[in-house]
């Protein structure tokens, strides 16, 4: 049966800033049916800094009003701060809608990792979370996990993004912890454990001081979206959706240009 454009639901994608576009980029592939909302929570960002009482409470209190405005199908976290606190929290206040979550990629690079040593480049809140904690005991007792959390390195990423100029001096500073050499072994798969980090890969490839493995988590995050979205045979790809929602108000001019790039009218 044909659906009424009407009875499509848009796909809710929500980040800390503009990082998220690396999930959202390879869930509307998968998912070419359907509208998407980008949500940027720009006035909040960065997150890694929070206390993590009001974070939560800024984040619960910010989905009340997204999902009465936008009724959405599923909703994605493309953001592992913000998951791994506010996760549970998120589904038992909404339990009526579907939370699709971004959590370190850490099974998948024990899973992958010939040496044994793997890295986890994150936000400082990922890292100090016992979900991270937790993830390392399920699924990588074998392996050395060595956990980096960087200041500023989300804040160079959206800079990067929006075409600023950031050094190498800059960027390396942030991820030279993550390579670790050890009884003959080297360091050879990094988690990308934030959504802004994979736009900066080529930098940080050009930057290592030998190759490894970046893991960018955004494909099985899409994934995952996928597999829990109904497909609707003889779907049109609605046309009051794909647009991207900031909580300051006021993207810049490059934010703009950039959303624009991805399919989205700010």
């Not at 050094?167 to 390579?179: G, N, T």
């Given at each position: 049966m044909t659906a009424a454009l009407n009875e499509l639901k848009p796909v809710l994608v929500f980040d800390s800033g503009i990082g998220g576009l690396t999930v959202l980029r390879e869930a509307r592939v998968l998912m070419p049916e359907r509208g998407f909302i980008y949500i940027a929570d720009d006035a909040g960002f960065p997150y890694g800094g929070w206390e993590e009482q009001a974070l939560k409470e800024r984040i619960i209190g910010l989905f009340a009003k997204l999902l009465d405005e936008h009724d959405p199908e599923v909703c994605i976290i493309a953001c592992n701060t913000a998951f791994t606190l506010v996760g549970a929290d998120l589904r038992a206040a909404f339990p009526q809608m579907t939370f699709v979550g971004t959590v370190p990629a850490i099974k998948p690079a024990a899973e992958r990792t010939r040496s044994g040593l793997v890295s986890v480049l994150a936000t400082p809140g990922t890292v100090k979370r016992a979900y991270t904690r937790d993830l390392i005991q399920s699924f990588a007792q074998q392996c050395h996990v060595r956990l980096v959390g960087s200041e500023n390195l989300a804040r160079m990423a959206e800079a990067y993004?929006?075409?600023?100029?950031?050094?190498?001096?800059?960027?390396?500073?942030?991820?030279?912890?993550?390579?670790?050499?050890?009884?003959?072994?080297?360091?050879?798969?990094?988690?990308?454990?934030?959504?802004?980090?994979?736009?900066?890969?080529?930098?940080?490839?050009?930057?290592?001081?030998?190759?490894?493995?970046?893991?960018?988590?955004?494909?099985?995050?899409?994934?995952?979206?996928?597999s829990l979205v109904p497909h609707v045979a003889d779907a049109v790809h609605p046309d009051n959706f794909d647009f991207a929602v900031f909580t300051s108000g006021n993207p810049d001019f490059a934010t703009r240009r950039l959303m624009q790039g991805f399919g989205l009218k700010a």
């Open positions: 993004i929006r075409g600023d100029v950031v050094s190498d001096e800059a960027v390396l500073s942030e991820i030279d912890q993550c390579f670790v050499e050890k009884d003959g072994s080297k360091t050879d798969i990094v988690v990308l454990a934030c959504t802004h980090y994979p736009f900066m890969a080529n930098v940080f490839r050009r930057l290592a001081p030998w190759p490894v493995d970046w893991l960018d988590p955004a494909e099985a995050i899409a994934r995952r979206a996928r």
